[in-house]
């Protein structure tokens, strides 16, 4: 039977890990219906202290986050995202330690990056895609590593500015060493112990018949598992919580219905970077994709990014990078998803097993790049140089190599032949050697052609004195 977003939204309110305390509101609510729950955070002790989960995403929440999370707050989840929320980050948020999950992404938030939230080590995913950040993402003061858990984080369309700290990559311990920092394949969920209060089976009795091991989708993100025998009696049962969050990768959006723990991602697009792209990127050997595209990115691409083995999604596209392409990057066998579009690359395109494998649209708007997919040579004219005629590209029309051969070739030759043809002492020098040899040649052959004759003589004489 279909269930109202309002009747779920009680349901929420009644679960334990979704415990809400009633008070004045602390954030507005539009529409009739679209309601969520009366209040989202207490400053008492009792408000948010025990509350594990906070989960609005998409309604349509207006105004500030006010309120305090108060010290031990318990959350794990707080996902805010697709709202209309204004204002920005509540420095107390710092006092949820345990906090994994922070979903503020598609709303008005603005302000600078969080870096008041440092002390959260456990923290393993970051939205704050599609707000009004800006500033740069260098924190400062910071000796300790800074989120190691970190598995996806998503800056993209906001004003973020400055360089990309080479630090900000170097800590991400968990998309150093994921795959064998989790030997077992699993998700994000945690557990809210057994025989939880009978509020839950309302939840099950609404949504229907709910065998052991089913899972719940409450409908706004996350779901709550409930698993053991006889579910519906009351007995032997564990709640969980398992979460959810949107991506884009490959140019696609994605909802991960469940986050795998070994599943790490970065998106910086759409801001305003300078800068080189740190070589400490190529440290993330278990990063599966990476967008740093839509920014004001300089220098070259580093080699070091073809150390990220099972990378899977790169895009670089429109920025200001320049020079060649690495030949690293036709190393990486699992890519299959590559965008250098529109920047300033030359060179010939790198062959390998995978590059050539993606179309053309992976390396237009790059004038001084050429090779397959794309043309054999540059398909675009350069531009005309002040005096009017044609510039070209060193490395595009001239092989150096053959050049410096032929060049050394001629020399060689040259030093050679020039003083034989213009110096009399040369001739000499270089002529008497080689007549004498010449003479030794001719003498050997004049005797052996003697010997020979005087042998075949002997022969016609003995030949008569028989007959």
Same mark, same amino acid.
């Given at each position: 039977?279909?269930?109202?977003?309002?009747?779920?939204?009680?349901?929420?309110?009644?679960?334990?890990?979704?415990?809400?305390?009633?008070?004045?509101?602390?954030?507005?609510?539009?529409?009739?219906?679209?309601?969520?729950?009366?209040?989202?955070?207490?400053?008492?002790?009792?408000?948010?202290? &025990? +509350?594990? %989960? !906070?989960? $609005?995403?998409? @309604?349509?929440?207006? /105004?500030? *986050?006010?309120?305090?999370?108060?010290?031990?707050?318990?959350?794990?989840?707080?996902?805010?995202?697709?709202?209309?929320?204004?204002?920005?980050?509540?420095?107390?948020?710092?006092?949820?330690?345990?906090?994994?999950?922070?979903?503020?992404?598609?709303?008005?938030?603005?302000?600078?990056?969080?870096?008041?939230?440092?002390?959260?080590? &456990? +923290?393993? %995913? !970051?939205? $704050?895609?599609? @707000?009004?950040?800006? /500033?740069? *993402?260098?924190?400062?003061?910071?000796?300790?590593?800074?989120?190691?858990?970190?598995?996806?984080?998503?800056?993209?369309?906001?004003?973020?500015?400055?360089?990309?700290?080479?630090?900000?990559?170097?800590?991400?311990?968990?998309?150093?060493?994921?795959?064998?920092?989790?030997?077992?394949?699993?998700?994000?969920?945690?557990?809210?112990?057994?025989?939880?209060?009978?509020?839950?089976?309302?939840?099950?009795?609404?949504?229907?018949?709910?065998?052991?091991?089913?899972?719940?989708?409450?409908?706004?993100?996350?779901?709550?598992?409930?698993?053991?025998?006889?579910?519906?009696?009351?007995?032997?049962?564990?709640?969980?919580?398992?979460?959810?969050?949107?991506?884009?990768?490959?140019?696609?959006?994605?909802?991960?219905?469940?986050?795998?723990?070994?599943?790490?991602?970065?998106?910086?697009?759409?801001?305003?970077?300078?800068?080189?792209?740190?070589?400490?990127?190529?440290?993330?050997?278990?990063?599966?994709?990476?967008?740093?595209?839509?920014?004001?990115?300089?220098?070259?691409?580093?080699?070091?990014?073809?150390?990220?083995?099972?990378?899977?999604?790169?895009?670089?596209?429109?920025?200001?990078?320049?020079?060649?392409?690495?030949?690293?990057?036709?190393?990486?066998?699992?890519?299959?998803?590559?965008?250098?579009?529109?920047?300033?690359?030359?060179?010939?395109?790198?062959?390998?097993?995978?590059?050539?494998?993606?179309?053309?649209?992976?390396?237009?708007?790059?004038?001084?790049?050429?090779?397959?997919?794309?043309?054999?040579?540059?398909?675009?004219?350069?531009?005309?140089?002040?005096?009017?005629?044609?510039?070209?590209?060193?490395?595009?029309?001239?092989?150096?190599?053959?050049?410096?051969?032929?060049?050394?070739?001629?020399?060689?030759?040259?030093?050679?032949?020039?003083?034989?043809?213009?110096?009399?002492?040369?001739?000499?020098?270089?002529?008497?050697?080689?007549?004498?040899?010449?003479?030794?040649?001719?003498?050997?052959?004049?005797?052996?052609?003697?010997?020979?004759?005087?042998?075949?003589?002997?022969?016609?004489?003995?030949?008569?004195?028989?007959?």
């Amino acid at each position: 039977m279909a269930i109202s977003k309002a009747v779920i939204a009680s349901l929420l309110v009644s679960l334990l890990i979704f415990h809400l305390v009633e008070a004045d509101n602390e954030i507005a609510i539009r529409g009739d219906g679209s309601g969520v729950a009366r209040s989202l955070l207490q400053e008492t002790d009792k408000g948010t202290a &025990n +509350l594990n %989960v !906070l989960n $609005l995403q998409n @309604n349509q929440l207006i /105004g500030k *986050i006010t309120g305090t999370f108060p010290e031990g707050c318990a959350l794990r989840t707080l996902d805010l995202n697709a709202n209309c929320l204004e204002g920005q980050v509540p420095k107390s948020l710092a006092n949820c330690a345990n906090a994994e999950v922070l979903n503020l992404g598609t709303n008005k938030i603005n302000g600078n990056f969080p870096c008041f939230l440092a002390n959260l080590s &456990n +923290l393993r %995913v !970051l939205v $704050l895609r599609s @707000n009004k950040f800006h /500033g740069n *993402i260098h924190c400062s003061g910071i000796l300790n590593n800074m989120w190691p858990k970190l598995q996806i984080i998503d800056l993209a369309l906001n004003n973020f500015s400055g360089i990309l700290p080479p630090k900000f990559f170097s800590q991400r311990k968990a998309m150093m060493d994921g795959v064998n920092g989790q030997p077992n394949l699993s998700h994000l969920r945690f557990g809210m112990g057994r025989n939880i209060d009978h509020r839950v089976s309302r939840l099950v009795g609404i949504a229907g018949s709910v065998s052991a091991g089913a899972s719940v989708g409450v409908g706004v993100g996350g779901s709550v598992g409930i698993t053991g025998a006889n579910i519906n009696s009351g007995m032997h049962r564990n709640i969980y919580y398992e979460d959810s969050v949107t991506v884009i990768i490959k140019g696609l959006q994605m909802k991960l219905v469940k986050i795998l723990t070994i599943f790490t991602t970065i998106d910086f697009s759409n801001n305003s970077f300078i800068g080189k792209v740190p070589n400490t990127v190529g440290d993330l050997k278990s990063l599966y994709a990476l967008n740093l595209s839509h920014n004001a990115l300089t220098g070259s691409i580093p080699s070091s990014l073809g150390n990220l083995s099972i990378l899977e999604s790169l895009d670089l596209s429109w920025n200001k990078l320049d020079g060649r392409i690495p030949v690293t990057l036709a190393s990486l066998t699992f890519l299959s998803f590559l965008n250098l579009s529109y920047n300033q690359l030359t060179g010939m395109i790198p062959r390998g097993p995978q590059l050539q494998t993606f179309s053309k649209t992976s390396f237009e708007g790059n004038k001084g790049l050429w090779g397959p997919p794309l043309t054999t040579k540059e398909a675009e004219p350069a531009p005309p140089t002040l005096n009017g005629t044609q510039s070209y590209a060193e490395e595009d029309e001239i092989n150096w190599v053959y050049i410096i051969a032929t060049l050394g070739y001629t020399l060689g030759v040259g030093v050679i032949v020039g003083p034989l043809l213009y110096s009399k002492r040369w001739r000499q020098c270089y002529y008497k050697p080689l007549d004498r040899v010449i003479v030794r040649i001719h003498h050997h052959q004049e005797q052996r052609a003697r010997n020979q004759r005087r042998r075949n003589n002997i022969n016609q004489i003995r030949r008569r004195q028989h007959h």
